[in-house]
């Protein structure tokens, strides 16, 4: 079975600092998907960034990339100049890239606190 | 924005009712999920819609059941609620059931069973 484990469930980082969210799974498939997604207060899940295992590339976009470890099993997340909006839940997510699979599996979220 | 809309925002219920909670997908958008977040948790995968079909279920037991009409849009049942049930309910859709990988979630529906 497919699990995501993000063991840091609390964070913070002073704006304008970098900052870096662990994730790690665990999966027999060769072939998914990983993503990041924030949840705000608002507690609209909005996806930041997604990854590929295929593609051996880490994914960015803008402040925010991944250190994508295939071998290792690791997804982590960077978030560069930290603003006071990227005050959020966070969580890790895992998605076989199978036929029809549609079972997105969840870490359980880090808190993160950008502090002024 | 995403496009996806939930009704209602919250909802408070007691041990043994019935709940429908109800979803709008983003226009184009056949496919819709949902899942149970519990306090404190990330999201579990409830099942999916994909035109009017249910298509793959989550490990969650038969009181929780679902409907997709023809314009998409999705509601999910819950019978005999228990206080476990508490929990932010969302949804989400995507264009096709193949691009689950793309998907845009509601802002959830929060229920409190007492």
């Known amino acids: 079975a497919q699990t995501v484990t993000q063991s840091q469930p609390e964070m913070s980082v002073q704006e304008a600092e970098t900052v870096t969210l662990s994730c790690t799974y665990d999966?027999?498939?060769?072939?998914?998907?990983l993503f990041w997604y924030k949840q705000p207060p608002s507690r609209q899940m909005i996806l930041v960034i997604r990854?590929?295992?295929?593609?051996?590339q880490n994914a960015t976009e803008n402040r925010f990339s991944v250190n994508f470890q295939k071998a290792a099993k690791s997804f982590s997340l960077k978030i560069s100049d930290s603003q006071l909006g990227d005050t959020a839940m966070y969580f890790c997510a895992f998605m076989t890239a199978l036929y029809n699979n549609n079972d997105v599996r969840f870490g359980a979220g880090t808190r993160l606190t950008v502090k002024p | 924005e995403t496009g996806v809309t939930q009704s209602p925002t919250h909802l408070i219920k007691t041990r043994g009712q019935q709940v429908t909670l109800r979803c709008s997908s983003q226009s184009g958008h056949n496919t819709v999920s949902w899942y149970q977040q519990a306090l404190g948790q990330g999201p579990q995968f409830i099942f999916q819609y994909y035109r009017e079909e249910e298509n793959g279920r989550g490990n969650f037991p038969p009181r929780f059941s679902g409907l997709q009409f023809p314009n998409y849009s999705s509601e999910l049942n819950v019978n005999a609620l228990e206080l476990d049930d508490s929990a932010l309910y969302l949804c989400?859709?995507?264009?096709?059931?193949?691009?689950?990988?793309?998907?845009?979630f509601g802002a959830g529906t929060r229920l409190s069973v007492l």
């Open positions: 999966t027999s498939e060769n072939n998914y998907y």
């Open positions: 990854q590929e295992a295929y593609k051996q």
């Open positions: 989400a859709s995507s264009l096709d059931r193949q691009t689950t990988y793309i998907q845009y």
